[in-house]
C-alpha cells in the first residue's frame, strides 16, 4: 500500500502516532475502518540511520495495551534495521558492477556476463554478436576541453547505448572510453546495423561545455558474432578487439566486422 506522506500523522511528524490523548480525535487519511470509527490504529515510522523506510501500521477494535506497544515498538526497530542492511547490500552490490560515471555495467560484471553469455549461446545454438566500441581521439578531447569534458562524452555514449539498445542487450564500459555490447540471438547483418546506429548517434550527440558545445564525436566499433566468426566463447573478445583495431588502421569512425571464420568441425 502506498500513499502521500501528508495522509499520515506519524509520518508528519516522525514518530508514533497517536501518542497522547489530545491526538486521538485526529484521523491520518489512510486509516481503515478502526481508526475512522475508533481510537484502535497506532502509525509507527520505519526509521533507520536518519532514513524513512516505510510504515507500521497497526488497528484494532479495542485501546492497545502496554505491552502491544512495546512488542510493537521492538518490532518496528528490528524491521527498520533488516531494511536498512537489505538497502546497503544492494548499494554495495551495485556499486560492485556498476560504472559510477555511466552507469552501465563495469569490468567485472562485463567479463562474468562474456562467461555466461557465450556458454549459453554453445548450449542453444543461437548467435552471440559482440561488439567492442572506443571513443576516437578521446585524449585530444581531454587535452583540448578539460577531463570534465571527456566525462561527458563518456556519460552520453552511455545515454547512448541505453536509449539504443534492447532489455536483453548487455552493455557497458570495459574501461577507459572503452565499451563493450553483447547482443544474444543477433545475426551478423542485424549487428552491424545496431552498431552503425550507434555510430551515428553518437556523431550527433551535442555536448555542452562551459565555454563551447562539443559535437562531431566519432568511434571505431569491431564486431565478432557467434559461432560465425568464431567458435569458441574464449576468442569472442579476442576477435572483437581484432576487428576494432582494423577499424582504428582504416581511419576511424567506422564499423568493421571481423574477417574471422569459424573452424568446421572436422569428422572422425
Not at 488497528?59 to 510493537?72: N, P, R, Y
Not at 560484471?109 to 548450449?123: F, I, K, M, P, W
Not at 547512448?160 to 547482443?183: K, N, P, Q, V, Y
Request: proline share 3%; hydrophobic share 40%; glycine share 8%.
Amino acid at each position: 500500500m502506498s500513499f502521500p506522506i501528508d495522509d499520515c500523522w506519524a509520518l508528519r511528524r516522525g514518530t508514533t502516532f497517536p501518542i497522547s490523548e489530545a491526538s486521538q480525535g485526529l484521523v491520518c487519511n489512510h486509516a481503515g475502518p478502526c481508526g475512522v470509527t475508533g481510537t484502535g490504529f497506532v502509525c509507527q515510522p520505519l526509521i533507520a540511520q536518519n532514513n524513512l523506510l516505510g510504515l507500521l501500521y497497526r488497528e484494532h477494535t479495542s485501546v492497545f495495551g502496554e505491552g502491544a506497544d512495546q512488542l510493537a515498538t521492538m518490532l518496528a526497530e528490528q524491521v527498520s534495521l533488516a531494511m536498512a542492511n537489505l538497502e546497503l547490500r544492494e548499494l554495495l552490490r551495485q556499486q560492485a558492477v556498476r560504472d559510477p560515471l555511466t552507469d552501465l555495467h563495469n569490468r567485472r560484471y562485463l567479463e562474468d556476463a562474456l562467461v555466461r553469455e557465450t556458454t549459453r549461446s554453445q548450449q542453444d545454438g543461437k548467435p552471440l554478436a559482440l561488439a567492442m566500441l572506443d571513443i576516437d581521439h578521446f585524449k585530444g578531447i581531454n587535452d583540448s576541453h578539460g577531463h570534465e569534458a571527456g566525462d561527458a562524452v563518456l556519460r552520453g555514449l552511455g545515454r547512448i547505448l541505453r536509449e539504443t539498445t534492447r532489455a536483453s542487450d548487455i552493455i557497458g564500459r570495459f574501461g577507459g572510453e572503452e565499451f563493450l555490447m553483447l547482443m544474444p540471438s543477433v545475426t551478423v547483418e542485424v549487428a552491424a546495423q545496431r552498431a552503425q546506429q550507434v555510430l551515428d548517434a553518437v556523431y550527433r550527440m551535442q555536448v555542452t561545455l562551459p565555454s563551447a558545445t562539443l559535437d562531431g564525436v566519432t568511434l571505431s566499433i569491431g564486431l565478432a558474432v557467434m559461432p560465425v566468426h568464431v567458435a569458441e566463447g574464449d576468442d569472442l573478445l579476442a576477435a572483437a578487439d581484432a576487428a576494432l583495431y582494423e577499424a582504428k588502421r582504416e581511419g576511424r569512425n567506422r564499423v568493421v566486422v571481423s574477417h574471422r571464420r569459424a573452424k568446421a568441425d572436422t569428422a572422425a
